[in-house]
């Protein structure tokens, strides 16, 4: 079985792999045994298309995507003894060689005198639940001078991060009314932040955010030493913390797994601490500020 997602040139898309899980599964209550090509630069430990010999198999099935293109049509070479069927496809030119090239097609749309069908994704097996994970960082801060480590940090979390089945979202605190990848109040931001599992963060308001939204955080102080990100950890009273100089992956599984777990019943606690009136409410600077201005006046 081949896709898009088998070409060197080609892309996987999280639609094109999810029709094939369909086919796949067609296929496997069906005890029809196949294999899959893929891509060396999405999957480099699986087979792709220069390994294997065509002349091992008798059919081959093309699996979503459009249907145009040289190299649809030099499947059409390689394998040209076998019987060469597309499946969920989408036709652009019935007359081209990508598409008469094949003995079958079942189209999802395009082909002449069809109706279109639903994508195959739509009816492929069930997936888990997975965790989702905002991913708040700093890159500036260069008041810190030689005591910034953040380049090493978000190195660290980011190619952390690519090995853990989850879902990543990329986040910034900074607002933007022109920019539409950017939130541009407060309110679209926690908005967003009250959707995820966990906050993965270096920076300050990240931690402070996602504690206000009950959202655990995940925060590494990225000034050696330590900065204001362990200042403000303790002043929230918020455990989930790693220092630049002790920056490694056990320390962050450990916090990671208990984010999960412990640490949203402390985020939680944390939101409504932060919600809480009067004498409930934890003390911050503006408590003081109408004591410093009527200081100030008297003065």
Known sequence: MAGWFSFLHGEATAGDVLALHRVEDVLRRAGIGHDVVWSPGFRPDAPHLDDVRPAAYTHLVFVCGPLHGPQIEDLHRRFAHCVR???????????????????????????????????????????PALPVAGLILTHGQHEYGPRRRHEQVAGALTGWLAGRDCARLELDTRLDAHDWRLCATPAQLESVLTRLDLVVTDRLHGLVLALRAGVPALAVDPVAGGAKVTAQAHACGW??????????????ERWWHWCLTDGRRAAAETRERFRGAGAAAPPDAADGLLAALEGRVAA
């Open 85 to 127: 069927i597309a499946v969920g496809t989408s036709v652009i030119d019935p007359g081209g060689p990508a598409v008469t090239g094949f003995h079958r097609v079942l189209a999802r749309d395009g082909a002449p005198g069809t109706v279109p069908g639903p994508d195959l994704a739509a009816r492929a097996p069930g997936l």
């Open 239 to 252: 455990p989930a913390l790693v220092p630049a100089e002790r920056l490694d992956a056990a320390r962050l």
